[in-house]
Structures are given as structure tokens and as C-alpha cells.
């Protein structure tokens, strides 16, 4: 599962990169800024579930790892009846809102409000099953479904951004969507659900669920609130620009690292209903190596996509040049931020959600303030990304410092953990601050577009060399007691072991056509 998963998420990002970059390229900066609120609409309206969903992963396991089977079919019922009903009335309060006026600075209008009514329901499907085989542990579901879900959707869309525009692209987003869920009815064998409504044990499941609700509103609030001020303060064409940059620096699914993530938060809330969370001793190997084989996945991952688009941009999307520097402003505080993951989950299962909420809450109040400021004295779109960069440090390192005390009863490890970060941070950043200074090969001036793709090519591939064994240096001498390159091995063989599975699949399918 680990390997077919990881595989889906390499997979779909090498197929979203021709698919961003043709979307951007027709979209251009402005249709490509609405595209973006819209799709902020469309996660907040998401929300009107009040964290029923995230239960569902989270108590399930805890059920199982109890071994009261009973529980766990009442609590997904339970959930079930909840999550739709409230989700209904979510997509009825945006038509609501759009009868009476509300635009959102006239980017909502009827035709797209439909496309955004059937992408949301098709996606609250999706996500509802998505969390089932979550906490019924069928990671495999979850990566076929990945590899289906990214193969259509890029190959649907890129045809759609050339010839219909903005229109195109949410009709395919939608099609994306639909085909997911039907493959995922079909492959998911007794798949029954039941209505079942019983006050106390739904707000028994809200009580926890909400708080993670809480905290992923509060999450997705830090990353728009930039989107938001740009979008009432400036032109759709600065959303562009901004959201270009935060969006490949805020990849969600990285190859390897989707997959540690998912597998280690099942086993924390598995270990926390067998032993108990009084214990802190077994969270350490969460907080140790895992977590740092986790942000190794996402710097070597991060680091070579912004290489990867300084090419791009320079030679396909030239109206983009002004996303370049915020990409590195991004990077910076990312990084640190990306840490945070694995300590999040120990504050999840140990009921202190709260915590992490007020850290997230400080981060966003920050991060609004400054981003105002700066978009009021003129620095933009590179104030706005200063801003957020911030408030990605502040989160980071109030969440990691108070789950570290409790682990360690001590300080010192905080500390050490916390110059690491910063370390590696600091010189990853440099790095790319350097490669986009300065090439190996100028092809900027290159007027022959062949000649251009194949230097251009060329310059990356050292960039990329030179940053991926620098990083993996890095990482290897800060965390040599954990013997990362042991816990790298299995991960890389899994991958590698389902992408000769799916050419095994392929050929044999070829040689039985030939024959018949």
C-alpha cells in the first residue's frame, strides 16, 4: 500500500505539472486568481460538517484497537447520517447567498455556482469514502484510487483549460471527481452504511471532531488569509501571481511523504487505544526519525519542483516571473512548518487540539496583520508572502515546542530539534537562492525555443543533482543516530516494486491482445 500510494503521488504530480502549466498558461494570472477563490468557496463551505468527518479516521481505529467491532460500525453510522445531512445544508446556504446578492466581488456567477454545487457534491462523496478506508486501514483502495483520480483528471483538463477557459477546467474537476467515486463504490466490497441519528453519541463524536475541524478551518484560514486580502484589496491579476507561488510550495501530496504521514497517523491512534496515551515514552520514535524522514521527502520533493518552475516560468510563463521570489520567501518558512505534522498528531491523540488551535490562531492573527500592512505601505504580493512565512515559523514552533516538553520532560531536545530546522532551513533556501541568481548554462537569451527547452533541461538537471545530494547530506549528518537511509530502502523497493506490478499489468494485457 505504502509503495502504490507513494507511486500515485509521484505519478500525480509528473502529470500535474504539463496540467498547471497549460492551465496557467491559458487561464493567465487573472482567470487563474478567480479560479483560486473559487476554490477557497468551495473548501469553506466544505466545512459545515463541524468535524464529523474527521472523526471517522480518528475514532474508528480507536474503536478497533479497543476490539469493540460494534463501536466501530455505530460511529461510522453515526457519522455518515451526520456528515450528509449537514453538508446539505451547506451547498443550500451558498445559493442562499448568491440569491441575495453575495459575488464575492463578482466572481460567482450562475453558471459557475452550479459547476461549484456539483464539484462539491461529488467531492463531500469522495472525501466521506476516502476517510471510511482511512480508518478501516485499506490503504491499498486509497492508492488505486489516487492513481485513477490523478491519471483523469490532468488528462481531461488540459484539453478543457485550451478550449473552454476557466469553464472548462471546474466542468473537468467535476468529471474528475464523479469517475473517483465510482470507482470507489465499485472496488470497496460491502460497502453499507445506515442511517442512524443519536444525540449523545454524535455530539460525543463532534466534541473531538470539531476541535480537528477547528484546527484544520484555522489551518486552511492561515494559508488564504493572503488570497483574501489580495483578493478585496488588489487585482485578480496579484491572486495569480500569489497563489502560483503558494501553490507549489504547499504540495499536500509528495511522493513517499504523503504515505509516512498517512500510515504513521493510523498507528498513532491505534497505539494510543492499545497502551494508552500516560505513556509518552512510544511517541518518541514519532517525533525522532519519522518526522524527519517526513520532512527529508518534502524538502528533496519542494526544493526540485521551485527548481523545476524557475525553468518553466522563465521559458512557457514569463507572465509568472514575479511568483519566483515568493516561491524562496515560501520555501523558508515552509520548511520549518512542515515539521510541525508529527507533533500535531501526538497533540490530537492526547486531547490537546486546543494547543494546537492557539497556535494556529496566533499564527493566522499575525499573519493577517502584516499582510494587511504590507499591502497598505505597497509591498504586495512579496509582503503578503513575508507575512505568511512568519506565521509558518510562530505555528511551527509553538506546536513543537509544547509536544516535545511532554514527551521528553525536558527542554534540551526542543532546543537541538528546533537549530536543526533552522539549520537546514537556512542553507536549502540559500541554495535556491543561488541556482536562481545564477545557471551553469544561460539560456535566457536563447532565441531558438528547441535549443532553449534542451540547455534550459540541462541547467536543471545539475540544479536538481546538486540540491538533492546536498540535501540528503544534510539530513543524513543532523539525524545520523536514526540511520535514515535504513527507513529510505523498504520505502524506495515498495515503489519501485508497484511500478514493475502496473508494466507487469501492462504487457501481459498487450501479449493477450496480440494472441487473440
Not at 445544508?89 to 451558498?94: K, R, Y
Not at 490523478?150 to 481531461?156: A, E
Not at 520549518?336 to 505534522?341: D, L
Not at 499591502?375 to 514552533?397: D, E, H, M, Q, R
Request: charged content about 15%.
Amino acid at each position: 500500500a505504502i509503495g502504490l500510494i507513494s507511486t500515485a503521488a509521484l505519478l500525480g504530480r509528473i502529470l500535474s505539472i504539463p496540467c498547471g502549466i497549460v492551465t496557467a498558461k491559458y487561464l493567465g494570472p487573472s482567470l487563474f486568481g478567480i479560479l483560486s477563490v473559487l476554490n477557497i468557496i468551495r473548501q469553506y463551505i466544505g466545512y459545515t460538517h463541524f468535524g464529523l468527518l474527521q472523526s471517522l479516521p480518528r475514532d474508528v481505529p480507536i474503536a478497533y484497537g479497543r476490539g469493540d467491532k460494534k463501536e466501530a460500525e455505530l460511529r461510522k453510522n453515526t457519522i455518515f447520517t451526520g456528515f450528509f445531512a449537514i453538508s446539505t445544508i451547506g451547498i443550500l446556504g451558498l445559493w442562499v447567498l448568491f440569491l441575495f446578492g453575495f459575488t464575492f466581488n463578482s466572481t460567482l456567477n450562475l453558471s459557475r455556482l452550479i459547476l461549484i454545487s456539483l464539484i462539491f457534491i461529488a467531492g463531500r462523496i469522495h472525501s466521506f469514502l476516502v476517510a471510511y478506508v482511512k480508518g478501516e486501514g485499506k490503504f491499498i483502495v486509497i492508492g488505486r484510487l489516487d492513481m485513477i483520480y490523478k491519471i483523469i483528471f490532468p488528462v481531461l483538463t488540459i484539453p478543457a483549460a485550451i478550449l473552454f477557459k476557466l469553464t472548462g477546467v471546474l466542468f473537468t474537476t467535476f468529471l474528475a471527481e464523479a469517475i473517483a467515486v465510482g470507482y470507489a463504490v465499485m472496488s470497496l466490497t460491502n460497502l453499507k452504511f445506515h442511517l442512524y441519528f443519536e444525540i449523545k453519541k454524535t455530539f460525543i463524536l463532534l466534541k473531538t471532531g470539531f476541535l480537528i475541524f477547528i484546527n484544520k478551518i484555522s489551518d486552511n484560514l492561515l494559508l488564504s488569509i493572503g488570497v483574501i486580502l489580495l483578493t478585496s484589496m488588489t487585482s485578480a491579476k496579484f491572486v495569480g501571481l500569489y497563489t502560483m507561488a503558494l501553490g507549489i510550495v504547499m504540495a499536500k501530496k509528495v511522493p513517499f511523504a504523503q504515505a509516512v504521514g498517512m500510515t504513521v497517523y493510523r498507528k498513532i491512534m491505534i497505539e494510543s487505544g492499545k497502551y494508552g496515551t500516560e505513556n509518552k515514552y512510544h511517541f518518541r520514535k514519532y517525533a525522532e526519525k519519522y518526522s524527519a524522514l517526513f520532512l527529508l521527502f518534502n524538502c528533496l520533493y519542494l526544493g526540485c519542483m521551485i527548481l523545476f518552475y524557475m525553468i518553466i516560468i522563465r521559458i512557457f510563463l514569463e507572465e509568472y516571473r514575479e511568483s519566483l521570489p515568493l516561491m524562496l520567501i515560501l520555501f523558508f518558512g515552509y520548511v520549518i512548518y512542515i515539521s510541525r505534522v508529527f507533533p500535531s498528531y501526538y497533540l490530537n491523540v492526547t486531547n490537546q487540539l486546543h494547543k494546537r488551535l492557539f497556535a494556529i490562531f496566533t499564527g493566522a492573527c499575525l499573519n493577517a496583520i502584516l499582510s494587511y500592512i504590507s499591502i497598505l505601505k505597497g509591498y504586495g504580493i512579496t509582503g503578503v508572502s513575508v507575512a505568511c512565512s512568519l506565521s509558518f515559523i510562530i505555528v511551527s514552533v509553538t506546536i513543537i515546542s509544547i509536544s516535545f516538553k511532554q514527551i521528553y520532560n525536558d527542554a534540551k531536545p526542543f532546543l537541538y530539534y528546533l537549530l536543526k530546522l533552522f539549520l537546514i532551513s537556512t542553507v536549502l533556501t540559500a541554495i535556491l537562492v543561488f541556482f536562481y541568481n545564477w545557471n551553469f548554462f544561460d539560456y535566457n537569451f536563447i532565441q531558438n525555443t528547441f535549443n532553449k527547452i534542451l540547455i534550459g533541461t540541462i541547467d536543471l538537471i545539475i540544479k536538481g543533482l546538486i540540491f538533492s545530494i546536498l540535501c540528503f547530506s544534510i539530513f543524513l549528518a543532523l539525524f545520523a543516530k536514526y540511520r535514515l537511509i535504513n527507513e529510505i530502502k523498504p520505502i524506495l523497493f515498495y515503489a519501485g516494486n508497484s511500478i514493475m506490478k502496473i508494466f507487469k499489468i501492462k504487457r501481459k494485457s498487450h501479449y493477450a491482445i496480440e494472441k487473440k
